[in-house]
DNA sequence: TCAATAGTGTCTTTCAGACACTATCTC
DNA sequence: GAGATAGTGTCTGAAAGACACTATTGA
């Protein structure tokens, strides 16, 4: 049985069977201020030259989808994993026969968020086999940018995913360090959900059921000092709705 | 440009740049009573000879992984798909270099969802070339078989993801027919969520704001006449939440 | 002192959950 | 009539949203 397979792939896999190329895509989100940023490629070649691309890469022989998105994160960006708290994971996989003009090529789409102090973004090192990487406010490019393959159905699908996601779970923490106030919180929020319509006081109570409090406090320039807080449950219940839209 | 890239993929692609044969697996989601189903075949050949696995098959050449579980759905089950009302969507991408130990396999998961009037299951033709297929109680398969591959992992996530989509949506209505009585999508949320601990008054309050109500009655043996509804808002807000496990 | 910010108090409204109750059907 | 079911009424508690208010900081 497995040898019949084997042969039959060898045989006449490009035919019956098509194998197809498979790569990851990259939504790589993090936070300054209250402004959503991604990590976005500028293409040098064709096709789509000079439009923006998401980063990403093959997926090697021995590695799952996972497992190549972490190294492309690492690669592409050329950021250290090791000093930079990043979450990685699946969001869809994009199929569509002509979707890459050149060859058939199949991409897993990953969803990465790094964390950062909510201030300064990572560095992005252009590396030396790509185009130079940068960070780009999303909503903005969404709104003014052309890009290039499909990518801006991913992008939007990481968006969206991204936006939902934090309605019920702390997943917002993830782009921020491991301990934080809850001002910097309320901004991923409002970064992610690009709206400034979250009172500050029903945040915190809302929040506080599923953090834990260290019982430092942080002084931050203007205001009343604020307390440090942890993550303790990854889940919000009941959900915090999302604001409707801006009209 | 796109020369270069086509020649590197005929001259490297097996070594450098691996292909892989792309695949699509199958969660068919069917409700009998408060019972939650789905499509099964029994393994005739090694690997996992006996075990039962998820319908499944190669995605073609000129098809995205969409159609392609479409034209499975349509093939493994023997199912019309002009007479049943189906959904289907992707659900997750499995890419474990070791998942299928015959060959690199990668699979893109989907879930679908058949209605039924909720007492019939629609008939599956064995069809000519796979397994007999046989619908089998999801909660039952889970307690008691082995799965093969990976199967195991796709038919967990496929419930986990039914189980909260209707919790913010009518999805659950995708396992019915077009017009349905309260205590039909109850008995839905039911099976869905393994539990029968909804009150109807409470369910029918929530429900009736996103329904539509057709005005007319559907007699059901014992009890009340209850009224015919179609699906007005695909999303309930604010989302009904699942009751906690039992204990 | 003043402005800015963190966090609490309070009131209203919405809504889930529990459960009683009525209306309407079959047997 | 008996039993079963559909749907409404009603009460309670939880929690969101609006917003006033206090406390604590830097300038």
Redesign the pocket.
């Known amino acids: 049985m497995a040898g019949e397979e084997q042969q039959f792939l060898q045989d006449y896999a490009p035919r019956e069977y098509p194998s197809v190329a498979l790569t990851v895509d990259l939504v790589v989100f993090a936070v300054t201020g209250s402004t959503l940023q991604a990590a976005f490629v500028r293409r040098g070649g064709h096709p789509f030259k000079g439009s923006l691309a998401l980063p990403g890469g093959f997926v090697g022989p021995n590695e799952d989808a996972l497992t190549a998105a972490w190294r492309e994160l690492e690669e592409e960006t050329g950021l250290d994993l090791g000093a930079h708290r990043a979450h990685v994971e699946q969001l869809a996989t994009y199929s569509s026969p002509k979707r890459d003009p050149r060859m058939r090529v199949v991409s897993v789409a990953h969803l990465a968020l790094l964390a950062t102090d909510g201030r300064t973004l990572p560095a992005l090192d252009p590396g030396t086999d790509s185009a130079a990487a940068q960070w780009l406010p999303v909503y903005e490019v969404l709104a003014q940018e052309t890009l290039a393959f499909d990518h801006r159905e991913i992008l939007t699908a990481a968006l969206e995913r991204l936006a939902g996601k934090i309605e019920y779970t702390l997943a917002a923490a993830r782009l921020l360090p491991g301990e934080f106030?809850?001002?910097?919180l309320?901004r991923v929020y409002q970064a992610v959900w690009n709206t400034d319509?979250l009172?500050?006081?029903?945040f915190?109570?809302?929040m506080?059921?599923a953090l834990h409090?260290t019982g430092r406090?942080v002084?931050?320039?203007?205001?009343?000092?604020?307390?440090?807080?942890t993550v303790r449950d990854e889940y919000?219940?009941?959900?915090?709705?999302r604001?409707a839209a801006e009209s």
Chains 1, 2 share one sequence.
């Open positions: 106030a809850l001002y910097q309320r319509k009172d500050a006081g029903n915190t109570r809302k506080t059921g409090d406090k002084a931050r320039g203007k205001g009343a000092p604020a307390a440090v807080f919000l219940s009941p959900p915090m709705i604001p």
